[in-house]
């Protein structure tokens, strides 16, 4: 039943790491995001894809590598992990229309703490 | 550079009582505006959408007004409950819809 999912919950590592977060949603929507939301509550966007293609990268660092199998799946690869990127990372989806961006349905997050 | 503010400090209200929560933008021009529900530990909750062209729209207890002159929007809970207590997010979307801004969000209390 679950409509948009992430794996794993909970994520504690160690600077200079590399991770990975995976997003799943089960809905045939086409878009899907990755949001970044910091201890100040403030939801940014990371990625925007549509139909597997790249739309907005909002001048991530290039140690986030977005990647998407197909439609239903967006993963994020984070490469040589900082204090700095300590954070709940939200992956969303959205269904087709003339603003796909209308109604987005967000996953649970995962909780990624940098040690 | 575009900025959402929303009321920064939690509003604390009884039970029964109307909760109006505020969202005001800068150097934006958003084609839509949307209202999200979070819960602690959760994923945002998607509630109402208004377009740029739409001045008011109601679901339920819920009601969004949008005024494109004053950048503003207001976010009405009639009759509120304490199973409405939550950070509610306003958001702001362009034309392609796939760049969606938020603002901090305002914690809201409801009483009984």
């Known amino acids: 039943d679950t409509a948009v999912s992430q794996t794993p919950k909970y994520l504690v590592t160690q600077m200079g790491n590399d991770k990975s977060i995976k997003c799943e949603q089960n809905?045939?929507?086409?878009?899907m995001y990755w949001y970044k939301q910091d201890s100040k509550k403030f939801l940014k966007i990371m990625f925007s894809y549509n139909n597997k293609e790249l739309i907005i990268n909002e001048t991530v660092p290039n140690r986030f590598s977005p990647k998407s199998p197909d439609k239903a799946h967006l993963n994020l690869h984070i490469n040589s992990l900082e204090l700095g990127d300590s954070a709940v990372y939200f992956c969303?989806?959205?269904?087709?229309?003339?603003?796909?961006?209308?109604?987005?349905?967000f996953g649970p997050g995962t909780r990624l703490l940098v040690l | 550079s575009q900025k959402i503010e929303q009321n920064s400090e939690a509003l604390n209200i009884q039970e029964g009582k109307t909760a109006t929560l505020t969202c005001n933008y800068t150097n934006y021009s958003p084609a839509y505006l949307q209202w999200y529900r979070q819960d602690p530990g959760r994923g945002p909750v998607f509630l109402l959408l208004i377009r740029e062209n739409e001045k008011e729209k109601r679901k339920e207890r819920l009601k969004v007004t949008f005024d494109t002159t004053l950048k503003q929007s207001l976010f009405h809970i009639t009759a509120s409950q304490p199973a409405d207590s939550a950070t509610y997010l306003c958001a702001l979307s362009d034309t392609g819809g796939f760049k969606t801004i938020f603002g901090a969000g305002t914690r809201l209390f409801v009483k009984a």
């Open positions: 969303a989806s959205s269904p087709p229309g003339t603003n796909p961006g209308e109604t987005q349905y």
């Open positions: 809905l045939g929507h086409d878009t």
